[in-house]
């Protein structure tokens, strides 16, 4: 049983900085996928980053592009999302999740097979 766990998450003014991090246990996961995704009320959820577990190949959508970075610890099992420049579009709750194929970098929400519980995103003007 996967099992992740976000933190990391606040109230920031536009232009700010905040660092989120995902705390992954249950598995092996040097064979697999780690993605963040995002949803405001009202909207679906949206990915923002995704990185392989073993090489660290990245992916990171164009909106957060320059201003996001995805990373991994591998001794500590987590995976990170550095927000810099935030913007009040940015407001949203943030999950982590897993994709067990690794030959991927998926970027649709429904191709992750767990999820984390979300913590919260505020950017305020």
């Known amino acids: 049983q996967v099992q992740l766990v976000e933190s990391g998450g606040g109230l920031v003014q536009a232009g700010g900085s905040l660092r989120l991090s995902c705390a992954a246990s249950?598995?092996?996961?040097?064979?697999?996928?780690m993605g963040w995704f995002r949803q405001a009320p009202g909207k679906e959820r949206e990915f923002v980053a995704a990185?392989?577990?073993?090489?660290?190949?990245?992916l990171v959508a164009d909106s957060v592009k320059g201003r996001f970075t995805i990373s991994t610890n591998n001794a500590k099992n987590t995976v990170s999302l550095q927000m810099n420049s935030l913007k009040r579009e940015d407001t949203a709750v943030y999950y982590c999740a897993v994709d067990r194929m690794q030959t991927r970098l998926a970027v649709r929400a429904k191709d992750y097979d767990y999820w984390g519980q979300g913590t919260q995103v505020t950017v305020s003007s």
């Open positions: 990185i392989r577990w073993s090489g660290g190949t990245t």
């Open positions: 249950g598995r092996a996961f040097s064979s697999y996928t």
